[in-house]
T-cell receptor, first 115, second 108 residues
């Protein structure tokens, strides 16, 4: 299957700082990438959908000014958590699919801890 | 919105046992996938199965789209099968909805 790489795998940051998470499709071009958030012992919740070269579409209740998404190329999407607070601590997972493929592939996730 | 229900929520097996996990969904879907989330959080694609039956080694899956459910079979379970199993359905293009998962613990 296709490979989606996410970096970093884990990050600890101070409250008030910003953190950038990268999601790369390694062997295919991802016209669409998705960002999910997972709280401990819970399921994945879709945060936003990003399409290459256009603005991301955010799900209801997700603050777009706090969670900045950029999909500047067909192989890279970034999620920036701005002015992070402890309540932003969570597991963030990206997924991607290419134009001709209906199957979505997931990155290994990033565990964010804000102290 | 669409409801995706997985059962059982928790499952404890002895190594070597077989199990069936179920995913029910409340609306017609375009896509259904099964995933295994390992203890480190990584999501691993198991099956892309909007309908029909597929098998991959000790795992197999069946989706009956007309009756809105999917089953994941695990045979001869191993300790490495432990983790959380999610099904996810796609209603509208690019909108995936995840079930709450089945947490599997396979004991040696």
């Amino acid at each position: 299957g296709a490979v989606v790489s996410q970096h970093p795998s884990w990050v600890i940051c101070k409250s008030g700082t910003s953190v950038k998470i990268e999601c790369r499709s390694l062997d295919f071009q991802a016209t669409t990438m998705f960002w999910y958030r997972q709280f401990p012992k819970q399921s994945l919740m879709l945060m936003a959908t990003s399409n290459e070269g256009s603005k991301a579409t955010y799900e209801q209740g997700v603050e777009k000014d706090k969670f900045l998404i950029n999909h500047a190329s067909l192989t890279l999407s970034t999620l920036t958590v701005t002015s992070a607070h402890p309540e932003d601590s969570s597991f963030y997972i990206c997924s991607a699919r290419d134009w001709g493929n209906t199957e979505a592939f997931f990155g290994q996730g990033t565990r964010l801890t804000v102290v | 919105g669409i409801q995706v229900e997985q059962s059982p929520p928790d499952l404890i097996l002895q190594e070597g046992a077989n199990s069936t996990l179920r995913c029910n969904f409340s609306d017609s879907v375009n896509n259904l996938q099964w995933f295994h989330q390992n203890p480190w959080g990584q999501l691993i694609n198991l099956f892309y199965i909007p309908s029909g039956t597929k098998q991959n080694g000790r795992l197999s899956a069946t989706t009956v789209a007309t009756e809105r459910y999917s089953l994941l079979y695990i045979s001869s379970s191993q300790t490495t099968d432990s983790g959380v199993y999610f099904c996810a359905v796609e209603l509208d293009f690019n909108k995936f909805y995840f079930g709450s998962g089945t947490k599997l613990n396979v004991k040696p």
